[in-house]
């Protein structure tokens, strides 16, 4: 558990299950666990990766997002082959980068089975483009290595749509940001977990978070951003204890902070507006 997270000893926080990060992580087919690999807006650091979590389900894990570190912290805890699928919010590097390291070790030195990749839609293009810059035309199993790595599905993000995956069922709703971002909701078992992607408060965003278990929501900005940056598609801490007090959430997890060391100021200003459980989220905290 990162400093960070000790130093908000609400009595509340005690409600969530969290653990710090474990010494025998749990094996896959624990169901119902939210994990977070990294929690980083922007960029790694020494505390940890980019945004990237896991799911745990009966039947394996689901990853949601992949931002850079995030793959050395899953390879970490896990084997490669407890991976059943993955899903990524939006195409910022900060939750994508690490496709690309995914997508090489799937080809190469030995070629593994595909597994489903979920984006949202207009952002397929995109994908593509990872192949563009960085296939390896002289390798046979790494010309495209994303295409040849993973299933690519288009998230339709109409807050309907039902998407199976292994152990989950996956709804994506339109969230707003800069580019195409997907407010995901899975059911895990008898558990709802929602991510707001990154994004501004918005009716998709409302739709996903609805009565969830566990809301993972995105607070980047402490203050109010300059008044030319609120078309962006950010949160503050005040917003997201708003939406998740409003939405009737489970337990709230603060997450994408842009600054870390304004983890424990982060949640005393979410739950000025939230009175349930808040988790800052950190590598190797976990919520059932
Ligand atoms: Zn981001």
């Known amino acids: ?36 690999l990294g929690a980083n807006a922007t960029a790694p ?25 995030t793959m050395a912290a899953f390879t970490s805890r896990y084997p490669l082959d407890a991976i059943r699928a993955f ?7 900060d939750h994508s980068l690490d496709l690309m390291a995914w997508a090489y070790r799937w080809t190469f030195p030995q070629v593994l089975p595909p597994l489903p990749l979920l984006v949202p839609e207009g952002a ?11 296939g390896i035309p002289t390798l046979s199993t790494m010309n495209a290595p994303v295409s040849q790595s993973f299933v690519l599905e288009a ?36 558990r709802s977990y ?17 009565g969830a278990d566990v809301f993972v929501c995105e607070a980047t900005w402490l203050d109010e951003p300059a008044p030319e940056d609120r078309g962006h598609g950010h949160l503050t ?3 997201a204890g ?27 200003r979410a739950r000025e507006r939230f009175d349930g459980p808040i988790v800052l989220a950190a590598p190797g905290v976990r919520v059932a």
Not at 243 to 263: C, Q, W
């Open 1 to 36: 558990m990162s400093d960070d997270t000790s130093a908000t000893p609400t009595p509340d926080d005690t409600r969530a299950a969290v653990a710090p990060r474990p010494e025998a992580p749990e094996a896959p087919g624990v169901t119902g666990i939210l994990e977070v």
């Open 45 to 69: 650091n020494a505390a940890g990766p980019a945004s990237g979590y896991v799911l745990h389900t009966d039947e394996g894990l689901v990853l949601v997002d992949a931002g850079p570190g």
């Open 87 to 93: 899903v990524v919010t939006h195409l910022h590097a």
């Open 124 to 134: 397929t293009a995109s994908v593509a483009a990872f192949d563009a810059l960085f």
């Open 155 to 190: 998230m339709p993000m109409d807050g309907t749509t039902s998407i199976r995956l292994p152990g989950a069922e996956l709804v994506s709703f339109a969230a707003r940001h800069a580019v195409p971002s997907a407010a995901l909701r899975f059911r895990v078992g008898d």
């Open 194 to 210: 929602t991510f707001s992607s990154d994004t501004g408060d918005c009716p998709g965003l409302r739709d996903a978070a609805r």
């Open 237 to 239: 801490p005040a917003e």
């Open 242 to 268: 708003t939406i998740a007090a409003e939405s009737g959430v489970g337990t709230l997890v603060l997450t994408h902070l842009s600054r870390p060391e304004d983890g424990a100021e982060s949640v005393r």
